[in-house]
């Protein structure tokens, strides 16, 4: 098998992995929330999620019908011998050979027409987002299936520097307020702070790349995360928004410097079933399974 082939296959398994095997730390969390939950119908609820996820991986099915658009984040090692436009189309092969060997719901389409695909590739999709290291030689690949209901539920704005860190807190208060039930809570949240119009958001949605429990390695971030983590389940939406005390799993934020006159602020919620799977190519084509970017196989 080629590099390439291996690329390919990777792709295609990390998709189907993701929407059949949720992340441990996904399920310590919703299990973590089942246990502190006070309101006897949220329990019930979060019992029943955890259920689905048992159900799921006992018959090696998915954890929800919506196969959602699949996002891929790559980290790519200057030393690793394929250039990007070679694993832009192996990335491509890959998620169209996994919607159709594994009889997947086809959900892309063309915006206005409505032309469908039949399969989960289309014009920019996968949606693909590369970064890139010195000195390696690995390719990392963050394969995310990310649904409709929690996407639909995604706010930008443009605030301005007087608005400062409350009007930070304000917009992502009123974000989560505003979506209510319609991202299947208890959710994951990510969050963009600073950058572009169009950076802010990527920021955002790579904020979900990172596992429930871990912290922005800023001191200041991670205390915004946990702040904002804590007024969230004040909220009392609860799961599926029948009230309850976890809103939230997790808070994450990622940052970007900025211009003199701007304050971007991105929300991009997640549902409970927070899918990704990833995996780590050396040069030589051996594959090794990873839970975040950059860490240790």
């Not at 973590?32 to 019930?44: F, I």
């Not at 196969?67 to 790519?76: A, S």
């Not at 920021?203 to 991670?222: E, F, M, Q, V």
């Not at 205390?223 to 994450?252: K, S």
């Amino acid at each position: 098998m080629t590099l390439l082939d291996v690329v390919t296959h990777t792709a295609g398994e990390l998709y189907v992995r993701a929407l059949k095997k949720m992340p441990p730390d996904v399920k310590r969390a919703l299990e973590g929330a089942s246990e502190r939950e006070t309101h006897p119908l949220a329990k019930k609820f979060l019992d029943t999620i955890l259920k689905n996820i048992a159900i799921a991986e006992a018959t090696n099915n998915i954890v929800c019908q919506d196969t959602g658009t699949p996002v891929y984040l790559l980290r790519v090692g200057d030393g690793f011998q394929l250039p990007p436009a070679q694993i832009v189309a192996a990335i491509r092969k890959g998620c169209d050979r996994a919607t159709r060997e594994h009889d997947l719901r086809p959900n892309i389409l063309h915006p206005l027409t409505r032309e469908h695909t039949h399969t989960n590739v289309g014009r920019h999709i996968p949606v693909i987002h590369f970064e890139f290291a010195s000195n390696d030689s690995t390719l990392e690949i963050m394969m995310i299936p990310k649904g409709s209901g929690s996407e639909n539920q995604s706010f930008m704005k443009m605030l301005v520097p007087a608005e400062g860190l409350d009007g930070v807190k304000r917009f992502v208060l009123k974000s989560v307020a505003a979506a209510g039930a319609n991202p299947c809570p208890p959710m994951l949240l990510g969050i963009g702070i600073g950058g572009t119009f169009d950076l802010c958001p990527t920021l955002a949605k790579k904020a979900i790349a990172r596992p429930l429990g871990s912290w922005n390695p800023a001191p200041g971030i991670a205390q915004l995360e946990e702040q904002l983590l804590a007024d969230i389940n004040q909220l009392g939406i609860g799961p599926m928004g029948l009230g309850g005390d976890t809103t939230a799993l997790g808070v994450h934020i990622e940052t970007a410097d900025t211009h003199i006159s701007q304050l971007p602020v991105a929300v991009n919620c997640q549902c409970w079933a927070a899918r990704r799977a990833g995996a780590r190519i050396s040069a030589e084509g051996e594959v090794t399974p990873i839970d975040a970017p950059g860490e240790e196989g």
